[in-house]
């Protein structure tokens, strides 16, 4: 297949696969092995979830290349994301955290990740996160034929939202709660002619 087959955005990245145009077709190979290898597919488990919402957070405000590349030294810092052992992050943990130059040291997302491993606790006695994330899963979700049509949030991702907000969880609003959807594999919005959709 030719240049002159794919539509913008589709041309083969140097590899000849055709992507999704947010990976770049010049970019560096970790950001292409996480849109061929993660990005889209189904995440269950409460800390996996629970690592997905911290770092979209984490993500509000910069490139997720930056999170991406940080993700090793923040799964560190935060215990795996096991929520038992966040929930009890204190004080001295915060600020020990926010000297702490291999991840992004932002006191807000700090703190939303301490409390959002204790919101996560709390779900377990209403059916655990897993169960609240994936009830978001859309019955018909319309995969997008080009970037223009990827939405930054929907009206599953309001509600998603405002459930978590409901249940202690912060710094997570429709467009965050959306990208981790899109992450997750609640929603697929590899575009038509990425080599990973329907994969």
């Known amino acids: 297949m030719s240049a002159q087959d794919h539509r913008p955005g589709e041309l083969p990245g140097p590899d000849g696969l055709v992507r999704c145009p ?8 970790d950001y ?20 997905r919402l911290c770092l979209e957070a984490f993500q509000s405000g910069l490139a997720w290349l930056t999170i991406l590349r ?16 966040v929930a009890e992050f204190g004080t001295g943990q915060v600020e020990a955290l926010m000297d702490e130059p ?13 409390t959002n491993a204790r919101a996560t ?3 377990r006695d209403r059916g655990g996160l897993d169960a609240l994330v994936w009830s978001a899963q859309p019955a018909v979700h319309r995969r997008p034929a080009t970037a223009a049509d990827v939405v930054a949030s929907t009206p599953g991702s309001v509600v998603l939202a405002r459930q978590l907000k409901d249940r202690g969880f912060a710094h997570l609003g429709p467009t965050t709660v959306y990208a981790a959807m899109q992450a997750c594999g ?13 994969a």
Request: glycine residues 6%.
């Open 22 to 29: 947010w990976p770049g077709l010049e970019r560096h190979q």
């Open 32 to 51: 292409r092995d996480y849109h061929d290898l993660e990005w889209g597919r189904p995440v269950h488990g409460e800390r996996a979830l629970l690592e």
């Open 70 to 85: 940080k993700r090793p030294a923040f799964r560190a810092a935060f215990a795996g994301f096991d929520p038992e052992v």
């Open 102 to 114: 291999a991840i992004v040291r932002n006191r807000r997302k700090i703190e939303a990740t301490v």
């Open 121 to 123: 606790l709390a779900l």
């Open 186 to 198: 609640v929603v697929d919005d590899h575009l038509a002619g990425c080599h990973r959709a329907d």
